[in-house]
Structure formats: structure tokens, C-alpha cells
């Protein structure tokens, strides 16, 4: 049965409430530096264009009600769920805090982004770990570095590709490249032997097998402005070298995130597709996992796993 103390704590990276909370999540963002007027304005601008804000908190606490029901299921026993948001509110040192006062003694920690980089999902570690000091350490974490080769991750994100090739026609006029998309971070984390590039690769090499896909690529999105070289070729580029090799029709797969959020509903939905459509591309992407039956089995593996790892009996 359960240990009814133990708690499992869903990170995502947050998304203001309202265009008029741009500015202080930007600057959240940036670790307390205030953004420049004009950056905070183009960041607004992209926000406004998808209706003034995402559903990232409310997807996520899809996923949150969704798992604690899954882990329910398996033994009959309750699991807590709690989210917590690197950027946003609710903070993940609110959560830790909520985790406390309601007597969890242990949990797992598990980011909502499936590759590992020390800038990335290392930032939601330090998160935990300065929460759990600043409180004197009320309970034990088994913080969950990365699952993008969780077996139900992959058959999850094979059958997304496989459906939306059904939907673009895979055996029409043409052939359709699949291009797998995650958030591009600087190169400078090539200079750590930083397994961000290479645990991309994995996975899409193994959904591609999976999906039975005869050719692919892997290409970066959402680069910062930032002054400094971020990892290519971005999907922009991509896009405009396929249109070269004679490509018409492009399946993106962000297999990099599994909601709908600016990155989604703006850099693919918007700023890719009129990009395509400036080439003469077709561009579908596949669904997002968002809260869907397929995303929880696979977090609830993921949470048993680790669980298995910690030896924590959990629902």
C-alpha cells in the first residue's frame, strides 16, 4: 500500500497569468535583471497573439489530478500530486512549502521536460534544493534527472507521429520529412559534456524506429537573443533547406515538450507555419501530450521507477 506522507511534485516552467505579468516573469527569467523595454514589448506582443496567455497551469493541473487518479488505480491506495512552476506562481518553493505543511515526508520530483541539460532541468533542481534548505529540509527528495527513454514515452510519441502522418496524407503526393524539435540552449553547453544533444537524439532515433520512419531530422527551436551562438540548425532554417532538397510536406515533432505553451502555440503554430507557407511547405506537428491518458501511464512509470530507484512504496 501507500505510504500516505509520500508526495510526487510535477515542475513545469510557468507562464504569466496575463499579458500585463510579462514583465515580472521576464525578469524572473532572467534572475532578477529587468529586461529591455523593447524585449519585454516583443515578449508581449507573442503573447498577445495566442489570446494574452497559455494553457500551461491549467494543462499541468490536468496532468496533476489525472496522475493522482492513476496512481490511485494501481493499488487502491492515494498518491498526493503537487505542481510547482520555475517562473511562475504557484513557485515550486510555494509548493515545497504546501508539501510540508500537509506532512509529506518524502517525494519525487519530476520536471515536465523529458531531456536532461544542467541549464535547463539542473535550474528546477537548484529550485528543490534551495526551497527544501530555506525550510530546513522538511522531507527527502528523489529528484528524477531525466526519462526521455522511458519505454512508454517513446510507444506514446511513436503513436502521435504515426497519427498525425495519417492526417497529413504520408501516402499522398510527396514525401513528408519528420523533424523532431526540442528548445535550443547555447552552445557553451557543449564546453559541460552537457547529454542534452545526445539524449535528444536517443529519443528521436528511438520514436523514429518505432514510428517506422524511413528518414528524419532533428532541429532546434526558440533560441534566445542572447548575443552568444545557440545550438542549430534551427527549425526556421530547416525548414528553408528541406524546401531546397525539394521537400513539400514537413511533420514537426516536438518531442522537446509535452504541452501546449508559447513555444507551441507561437514558434511552431504561427512563426513556423508562416514561414512555410512563405516556402510553399505544408507543416503539420503533431498533438501535444498535454493531460492526455497516454501522458499519465507514462508519468505514473516514471514515478514508479524512481520510486523503485528510492525504495519508497508508492501508489
Given at each position: 500500500m501507500t505510504d500516505q506522507r509520500h508526495g510526487v511534485l510535477l515542475m513545469a516552467y510557468g507562464s504569466p497569468d496575463s499579458v500585463e505579468h510579462v514583465a515580472p516573469y521576464?525578469?524572473?527569467?532572467?534572475?532578477?535583471?529587468?529586461?529591455?523595454?523593447?524585449?519585454?514589448?516583443n515578449l508581449e506582443a507573442r503573447y498577445r497573439?495566442?489570446?494574452?496567455?497559455?494553457?500551461?497551469?491549467?494543462?499541468?493541473?490536468?496532468?496533476?489530478?489525472?496522475?493522482?487518479?492513476?496512481?490511485?488505480?494501481?493499488?487502491?491506495?492515494?498518491?498526493?500530486?503537487?505542481?510547482?512552476?520555475?517562473?511562475?506562481?504557484?513557485?515550486?518553493?510555494?509548493?515545497?512549502a504546501e508539501m510540508a505543511s500537509a506532512g509529506i515526508a518524502s517525494a519525487t520530483a519530476i520536471a515536465?521536460?523529458?531531456?536532461?541539460?544542467?541549464?535547463?532541468?539542473?535550474?528546477?533542481?537548484?529550485?528543490?534544493?534551495?526551497?527544501?534548505?530555506?525550510?530546513?529540509h522538511p522531507f527527502a527528495v528523489t529528484f528524477?534527472?531525466?526519462?526521455?527513454?522511458e519505454p512508454e514515452f517513446?510507444?506514446?510519441?511513436?503513436?502521435?507521429?504515426?497519427?498525425?502522418?495519417?492526417?497529413?496524407?504520408?501516402?499522398?503526393?510527396?514525401?513528408?520529412?519528420?523533424?523532431?524539435?526540442?528548445?535550443?540552449?547555447?552552445?557553451?553547453?557543449?564546453?559541460?559534456n552537457d547529454p542534452y544533444e545526445r539524449e535528444l537524439a536517443e529519443s528521436a532515433a528511438a520514436v523514429a524506429r518505432r514510428a517506422g520512419l524511413g528518414e528524419w531530422r532533428v532541429a532546434?527551436?526558440?533560441?534566445?537573443?542572447?548575443?552568444?551562438?545557440?545550438?542549430?540548425?534551427?527549425?526556421?532554417?530547416?525548414?528553408?533547406?528541406?524546401?531546397?532538397?525539394?521537400?513539400?510536406?514537413?511533420?514537426?515533432?516536438?518531442?522537446g515538450f509535452v504541452a501546449e505553451h508559447l513555444e507551441i502555440l507561437f514558434d511552431i503554430d504561427i512563426e513556423a507555419q508562416r514561414e512555410a507557407s512563405r516556402l510553399g511547405l505544408t507543416l503539420a506537428r503533431t498533438a501535444m501530450p498535454n493531460a492526455s491518458p497516454a501522458f499519465i501511464r507514462t508519468l505514473a512509470?516514471?514515478?514508479?521507477?524512481?520510486?523503485?530507484?528510492a525504495a519508497v512504496p508508492v501508489a
Open positions: 521576464f525578469t524572473h527569467i532572467r534572475g532578477g535583471r529587468a529586461p529591455s523595454p523593447e524585449a519585454i514589448a497573439s495566442v489570446g494574452g496567455r497559455t494553457p500551461l497551469l491549467a494543462i499541468t493541473q490536468e496532468v496533476r489530478v489525472a496522475l493522482e487518479e492513476e496512481l490511485a488505480r494501481d493499488n487502491g491506495a492515494t498518491t498526493r500530486v503537487f505542481t510547482g512552476m520555475k517562473h511562475w506562481h504557484p513557485f515550486i518553493a510555494e509548493t515545497i515536465l521536460a523529458p531531456h536532461y541539460s544542467r541549464m535547463s532541468i539542473g535550474g528546477y533542481q537548484r529550485a528543490v534544493d534551495e526551497a527544501l534548505a530555506a525550510m530546513g528524477v534527472s531525466s526519462w526521455h527513454r517513446i510507444a506514446m510519441m511513436a503513436e502521435l507521429v504515426r497519427t498525425a502522418l495519417f492526417a497529413l496524407g504520408r501516402n499522398g503526393n510527396g514525401r513528408v520529412m519528420t523533424v523532431f524539435t526540442a528548445h535550443s540552449l547555447p552552445e557553451r553547453i557543449r564546453e559541460w532546434w527551436q526558440s533560441a534566445g537573443s542572447t548575443g552568444e551562438a545557440w545550438i542549430g540548425p534551427d527549425i526556421l532554417e530547416c525548414l528553408s533547406a528541406l524546401q531546397h532538397e525539394g521537400v513539400r510536406r514537413v511533420l514537426q515533432v516536438p518531442i512509470a516514471v514515478v514508479h521507477n524512481a520510486a523503485a530507484l
